[in-house]
T-cell receptor, first 116, second 116 residues
């Protein structure tokens, strides 16, 4: 496996379900990110982790709970979601947070989530 | 005010022709970085090209080039010799030195369709 992988690729869940999204990066990077991409809206940054420590949480509802057990893995735990949470959830990684303006983020293929 | 504006929701181009995708940005910083990403229907965001605000030359990467006009605050992506595989959403993004070092601000994207 190379790059950034995400599982599952598609997920349908009810509002009372609990599910988790998984992201794994094989690039040796130290920073990982969760983004939400809704239809006809720009990407929204949700969470940022650096060396397994959360460094940013952009006012995300508590029904989204991230977890970063090591620098290669990132999870997004979902519970009691709303239909408006249906979106493409993208994971990304970069070498470091302090890499400067040029620091490039590399994305996974995303998980398409539908909340019924 | 939007930081990144992409005014073309959709563009069509004939195969083998060149196409320009527009991007304007808004920042009061002197140092910033501009990125272009491609998102095929599969969902993955693919990094294409980077331009730093102090770079003296326009960035080029293969068939991709960036027409950077600093005074106009525009960073248009030029794709030469379009191929059918270029059909995708294209996003312009910016990182400012004054903002969070982690934050990329994305535009709303342009859907490019290459016609055979």
């Amino acid at each position: 496996e190379t790059g950034v992988t995400q599982t599952p690729r598609h997920l349908v869940m009810g509002m009372t379900n609990k599910k988790s999204l998984k992201c794994e990066q094989h690039l040796g990077h130290n920073a990982m990110y969760w983004y939400k991409q809704s239809a006809k809206k720009p990407l929204e940054l949700m969470f940022v982790y650096s060396l397994e420590e959360r460094v940013e949480n952009n006012s995300v509802p508590s029904r989204f709970s991230p977890e970063c057990p090591n620098s290669s893995h990132l999870f997004l735990h979902l519970h009691t979601l709303q239909p408006e949470d249906s979106a493409l959830y993208l994971c990304a990684s970069s070498q470091d947070l302090a890499g400067g303006l040029r620091e490039t983020q590399y994305f996974g293929p995303g998980t398409r989530l539908l909340v019924l | 005010a939007q930081k990144i504006t992409q005014t073309q929701p959709g563009m069509f181009v004939q195969e083998k022709e060149a196409v320009t995708l527009d991007c304007t940005y808004d920042t009061s910083d002197q140092s910033y970085g501009l990125f272009w990403y491609k998102q095929p229907s599969s969902g993955e965001m693919i990094f294409l090209i980077y331009q730093g605000s102090y770079d003296e030359q326009n960035a080029t990467e293969g068939r991709y080039s960036l027409n950077f006009q600093k005074a106009r605050k525009s960073a248009n992506l030029v794709i030469s010799a379009s191929q059918l595989g270029d059909s995708a959403m294209y996003f312009c993004a910016m990182r400012e030195v004054s903002g969070s070092a982690r934050q990329l601000t994305f535009g709303s994207g342009t859907q490019l369709t290459v016609l055979p």
